[in-house]
């Protein structure tokens, strides 16, 4: 693994600890900067797909960590659907057929993702508080919070917030534009079917 020089090396049970960046310290996005190898319909098609499973599903467990804090399990468990849900979305964008939802997070903290944001798995772990006990009385969930902001800032086009009032009205114009978009990829928009179903 990488190490950063910046980040001390601490000891914990005897055992190095790796460096990991923190949430501020990853790269949202960093396809977007480099170019994008997938053929224009392909590329079309991958992102509108992520850009409905942020706003779907993503913006829901991210409001589940926020009005969860009396409810630490829930907030882990959102936290876990998350980050799995960002490995569903990282696959698409590099245009390979997402895993099962069983095998997201040992995918995720084996290979780490490359698209959505450049991460390793245990920087990914760290990020997330994966150290934290499970069913605990407490849930971090700060550096989730600064990664999401960081990933809805770098996304390539907007992602209106549904869940608030004039997000309805958003939302219709957004599925209009990527309609549109869609249709001059040669494409059919139904291919968001399925997801506008499962949410």
């Given amino acids: 693994m990488t190490s950063y020089p910046d980040k001390e090396s601490d000891m914990t049970e005897g055992r190095p600890v790796r460096a990991t960046r923190t949430a501020a310290e990853l790269t949202a996005f960093p396809s977007v900067r480099a170019g994008h190898v997938m053929t224009g319909p392909a590329a079309v098609e991958a992102w509108t797909q992520a850009a409905w499973l942020m706003l779907a599903e993503g913006r829901a467990y991210i409001e589940d960590l926020e009005g969860g804090t009396e409810q ?8 876990l659907r998350l980050l799995e849900q960002l490995l569903d979305i990282d696959q698409r964008l590099a245009g390979r057929v997402p895993v099962d939802d069983a095998h997201c997070l040992a995918v995720c903290l084996e290979y780490g993702m490359r698209e959505v944001v450049d991460a390793t798995g245990p920087e990914l772990a760290e990020v997330f508080g994966l150290d934290e006990e499970f069913g605990g009385e407490s849930c971090a969930v700060d550096e989730i919070h600064l990664l999401w902001e960081r990933l809805l800032d770098a996304f390539p086009g907007e992602l209106p917030d549904r869940l608030v009032a004039e997000g309805q009205r958003d939302m219709l114009l957004t599925l209009r534009v990527w ?11 139904g291919f968001l079917a399925p997801f506008m179903k499962a949410a």
């Fill in 179 to 189: 309609a549109d978009l869609a249709r001059a990829a040669g494409l059919d928009i």
């Fill in 72 to 79: 630490p399990q829930m907030q882990q468990a959102a936290k």
